[in-house]
């Protein structure tokens, strides 16, 4: 499946901004799932400096300055990226949950040793009894760790409501936990609180979703979680929508959370007042329009 990701990013000032400073992460990743055919970045007015490099987590990120003072910003982000929609693993076949934890904990391969860095909280995402408790019924003792994930990402696809107007970008998870409602952002946040407060590595996704009339979080950005599972590495699961992402999610970055991946962010003097418009278009891409790398 090849897709194409259109993100566009709009700042409309009250007054010029004289300069402005801003850091984005809107290129997707190479991964065994996930080939990167394309990827274009437009910005208007053009900057002055860009500078382009790879953060702490491996993600590609661009940053860029604009010294000319301006009363629009727009930002455009053109991706192709082919998905093969490789099978996950059967989830009784991965190892239990609480052998899964132990084997991280001891650190004794690259691959633990860097999945145990996603085991503490993190700015967004705090651990707590009361976030294990909530887990609790979906890990029995030896239950297989993909298994019990998938259980716990459908129950909470199942209890909270997708509400765009129920939280903001600053609303902290046990806030979610009470009120049961928000975007994938929370979700995301709330499920990867639940494994870290049980010792399992879990990570923040950021990435686009294929639009379709049964998906929610298409509108814009998308955020799911990526659980560690010793012999079978990062499995991802998306408890907005209750699924196991092949051909429909597009991967952009990962980090402990959304702070890690926050696609457009910066600072700007002056400006006034400012209205900031979001669109994101994810459709499938003639796949005779990109032959295959080795042709």
């Keep these: 499946m090849l897709l194409r990701a259109t993100h566009t990013t709009q700042y409309l000032y009250s007054d010029p901004v004289s300069i402005c400073h801003t850091e984005v992460h809107l290129a997707p990743r190479?991964?065994?799932?996930?080939?990167?055919?394309?990827?274009?970045l437009e910005i208007s007015p053009p900057p002055d400096l860009l500078h382009v490099h790879d953060d702490y987590?491996?993600?590609?990120?661009?940053?860029?300055?604009?010294?000319?003072?301006?009363?629009?910003?727009?930002?455009?982000?053109?991706?192709?990226?082919?998905?093969?929609g490789l099978?996950?693993?059967?989830?009784?076949?991965?190892?239990?949950?609480?052998?899964?934890?132990?084997?991280?904990?001891?650190?004794e391969t690259p691959e633990t040793f860097d999945a145990f860095a996603y085991v503490f909280?993190?700015?967004?995402?705090?651990?707590?009894?009361e976030f294990a408790g909530w887990a609790t019924p979906s890990f029995p003792p030896g239950r297989p760790i993909f298994e019990a994930a998938a259980d716990l990402s459908s129950r909470i696809f199942k209890e909270f409501?997708?509400?765009?107007r129920a939280t903001t970008v600053t609303t902290p998870v046990a806030e979610?936990?009470?009120?049961?409602?928000?975007?994938?952002?929370?979700?995301?946040?709330?499920?990867?609180?639940?494994?870290?407060?049980l010792g399992l590595p879990a990570r923040y996704v950021s990435g686009y979703l294929r639009s379709s009339p049964e998906t929610k979080g298409a509108e814009a950005s998308h955020a799911w979680v990526s659980i560690y599972c010793p012999d079978f590495g990062w499995l991802?699961?998306?408890?907005?929508?209750?699924?196991?992402?092949?051909?429909?999610?597009?991967?952009?970055?990962?980090?402990?959370?959304?702070?890690?991946?926050?696609?457009v962010r910066g600072v700007a003097l002056g400006g006034g007042e400012q209205m900031i418009a979001v669109s994101v278009e994810v459709v499938p891409v003639e796949e005779t329009d990109f032959p295959a790398p080795d042709e």
């Excluded at 190479?30 to 274009?40: A, F, N």
């Excluded at 909280?121 to 009894?129: A, C, H, L, T, Y």
């Excluded at 709330?190 to 407060?197: A, G, N, Q, Y």
């Excluded at 970055?253 to 696609?263: A, F, I, K, L, Q």
């Design 236 to 263: 991802d699961l998306d408890p907005t929508n209750n699924a196991i992402p092949r051909q429909s999610h597009v991967t952009v970055g990962w980090g402990r959370d959304y702070g890690d991946v926050t696609p």
């Design 121 to 129: 909280e993190s700015p967004r995402v705090p651990i707590g009894r």
């Design 30 to 40: 190479d991964t065994l799932r996930q080939h990167v055919y394309e990827h274009h």
């Design 57 to 84: 987590f491996g993600n590609p990120v661009t940053i860029f300055s604009l010294h000319e003072p301006h009363e629009t910003l727009t930002i455009t982000a053109s991706s192709v990226v082919e998905l093969p």
């Design 176 to 197: 979610v936990m009470k009120k049961k409602r928000g975007v994938c952002q929370d979700f995301a946040h709330f499920m990867i609180s639940c494994l870290r407060s």
């Design 161 to 164: 409501h997708y509400d765009q």
């Design 87 to 107: 099978e996950p693993p059967n989830p009784a076949l991965t190892l239990a949950w609480d052998l899964a934890r132990d084997e991280v904990r001891k650190q």
